[in-house]
């Protein structure tokens, strides 16, 4: 059986997906790929393609591995296409938990500060669906004018709070089967603050992964600019010598090459710099709202009498609570606290008139 894997198996994978088919011949593939695709990639209808070399020198049989023209014409035409559309995840078959299940593991998700989580009435926990949006970005690094790197990046963001999902949760997502109805209508004017949350975390994972790679690829803007530096210092040294003995004509002569010198010396030490400043650059492929099914809770964060109202989502496919932001000041994953007057946060909750005349803070 062949191994379908890497580069074979993105093309063979690719060949499906435009409508071609593909049969397994033991050490290579034989694709039978449609006429137009066949002709924009000048193939034979019928092409033998392998990813082992000996079967390909030995058989006749075309040699598909990363690099190869073919494969990256495959993926620039996928990432031109995009991947874009709505998916519905089904819930687990397991029977769903309770309300005072749920109630439990609310209280041990969010605990809270001066009160409690109870709930709101006895109706049971609601089904509906919650809204993440999975983008996929590839990711070109360019180290130098020499050093040049791609890699994958992918964020499953929640549209409610427009917070990245642990990876844990994005992973268990993205193993839940699908739903095979259709999706519930939307509002697509609603992913455009969610878009720009998810290319700002994105763009903020690509910059820390670039600064790791440019501190892995060694002093080399050190290193040339030291070169040229002595190189600039030895060719002025040897110009002022010769124009301090010179006559006052020959002098002049010497004088305006060192200035000359120096100002090609300053344009050079700007190309060294240039040539080694590290970049970036995002390009999106994949864009999915995923339809996520949860059990709604409304719930009420008590403090004696005073009852503030909180709306819970529990994740089917994964078991787990969505999170939080700050009801006052949209801190994420906050520490709740019940006041006398509202409920907010460890970080939000303070007065700016400290008693007795004291400068510090206190907490209600």
């Not at 074979?8 to 994978?13: K, N």
């Not at 360019?142 to 917070?163: G, W």
């Not at 993205?174 to 878009?195: C, K, N, V, Y």
């Not at 009852?307 to 709740?336: I, K, M, N, Q, S």
Request: hydrophobic share 40%.
């Amino acid at each position: 059986m062949i191994r379908k894997e890497g580069a074979l198996g993105f093309w063979l994978d690719w060949v499906e997906h435009n409508g071609g088919l593909w049969e397994d011949d033991g050490e290579r593939a034989f694709a039978v790929l449609p006429e137009t695709l066949a002709q924009d990639f000048e193939l034979a209808e019928e092409t033998a393609v392998t990813a082992d070399p000996d079967v390909a020198r030995e058989e006749g049989a075309l040699l598909l591995i990363t690099g190869h023209p073919l494969v990256t014409r495959a993926a620039e035409s996928l990432l031109s296409a995009g991947d874009t559309g709505t998916v519905t995840l089904s819930p687990p078959r397991s029977v769903p938990p309770g309300a005072q299940l749920l109630l439990a593991k609310a209280r041990e998700a969010f605990p809270v500060d001066h009160g409690r989580i109870d709930t709101r009435t006895d109706t049971p926990p609601l089904r509906a669906l919650r809204r993440v949006l999975r983008v996929g970005a590839l990711i070109g690094y360019e180290i130098s004018t020499e050093e040049h790197f791609q890699e994958q990046a992918e964020v499953y963001l929640d549209l409610t709070t427009r917070l990245p999902l642990p990876q844990r949760t994005a992973d268990r997502l993205a193993g839940t089967a699908r739903d095979p109805g259709p999706a519930q209508e939307f509002d697509p004017s609603a992913l455009e603050a969610a878009l720009i949350c998810a290319h700002q975390h994105i763009d903020k994972l690509a910059t820390a992964r670039r600064l790791i790679l440019a501190a892995q690829s060694g002093n080399g803007l050190e290193q040339e600019t030291a070169r040229a530096r002595e190189y600039y210092a030895a060719a002025l040294d040897s110009l002022e010598r010769r124009a301090r003995t010179a006559p006052q004509d020959r002098r002049a002569l010497l004088e305006a090459r060192a200035q000359s010198t120096r100002e090609e010396q300053a344009r050079r030490l700007i190309e060294i710099t240039e040539k080694f400043r590290a970049r970036h650059e995002i390009t999106p492929y994949r864009l999915h709202l995923l339809e996520v099914p949860v059990l709604r809770l409304e719930v009420d964060v008590s403090r004696g009498a005073r009852r503030y109202p909180l709306t819970l989502e529990w994740l089917l496919p994964v078991g787990e609570f969505a999170r939080l932001r700050c009801p006052t000041c949209t801190t994420d994953d906050p520490t709740l606290v019940a006041t006398k007057t509202h409920l907010g946060c460890e970080h939000c909750v303070t007065t700016k008139a400290p008693p007795h005349g004291h400068g510090h803070q206190t907490r209600y």
